[in-house]
């Protein structure tokens, strides 16, 4: 279940940040590889723990939704970094050298992000949200229903039992509204926040353009002097 799957995917990602830790961070020889080197060594790891933080964001967020800035900022703690180490790697550059070396510091904070994520995520897996805890109990149930319509049972029970299942088919369903929920809220969000950087330049742009026009109107009036 969500849960079991869950508890795979961050045991997969600790094993693939340990190893970054120990084959790459750890060896001073990385630094010295050309950028290009350095990456054909980094690309599968890299890419592969991306893809498990953005696996792991989307259950806790499921798991644990009164969490979403924290859930976040850990989040954005990885792929920042991780996202510069490429971007360094990619960058034309008269000094190689230097930029590997710059683009492994930004490996180092990944591994260290990397693992407070994994602090985190276990204890999201230890102390979900008791509703949605609930709900997923629910849903465990509702699953095995096949099961459990196979099994003689009597006929007050058969209707209870169904008149449950009803209501775990509506709890579901209220879960799914909420990762969608969720999403939205987060695509409002990033929308505001450019929005927000976008207003808050547009000022200094206009300040900048004054104070051009008006040297421009100073020399105008000093040349015709």
């Given amino acids: ?37 350095l990456w054909s060594r980094a690309e599968t790891p890299v890419t592969n723990l991306k893809n498990l933080a953005e696996g792991l964001k989307k259950t806790m967020l499921i798991l644990k939704p009164e969490k979403y800035n924290e859930i976040e900022r850990f989040h954005e703690a990885l792929i920042q970094p ?72 009597p006929g007050a ?21 909420l990762e969608k929920a969720m999403d939205g809220a987060r695509k409002s969000l990033t929308s505001l926040r450019d929005e927000s950087l976008r207003f808050h330049s547009a000022p200094l742009e206009a300040s900048e353009g004054a104070k051009e026009k008006r040297g421009q109107s100073s020399l105008s009036e000093f040349s015709g002097r």
């Avoid at 190893?19 to 590889?33: C, H, K, M, Q, W």
């Avoid at 490996?107 to 260290?112: F, P, S």
């Avoid at 102390?127 to 049972?153: A, G, T």
Wanted: no cysteine.
């Fill in 157 to 177: 029970f058969e209707v209870n039992l169904r008149s449950l299942l009803r209501s775990i088919e509506d709890l579901i369903s209220a879960l799914d509204s």
């Fill in 82 to 153: 991780l996202n510069a180490f490429k971007d360094m790697l990619f960058q034309k550059t008269v000094d190689p050298a230097a930029n590997s070396r710059l683009a492994m510091e930004q490996l180092r904070k990944a591994v260290i992000a990397g693992s407070d994520l994994v602090v985190f995520a276990r204890d999201v897996q230890k102390n979900p949200s008791p509703l949605i805890k609930e709900v997923l109990r629910h849903r465990e149930v509702y699953q095995s229903k096949e099961y459990l319509s196979i099994i003689n049972v």
């Fill in 1 to 37: 279940m969500i849960r079991e799957d869950y508890g795979r995917q961050i045991d997969e990602f600790e094993r693939i940040l340990q190893n970054f830790a120990s084959d790459i961070t750890s060896g001073a020889v990385f630094e010295r590889l050309p950028p290009m080197d």
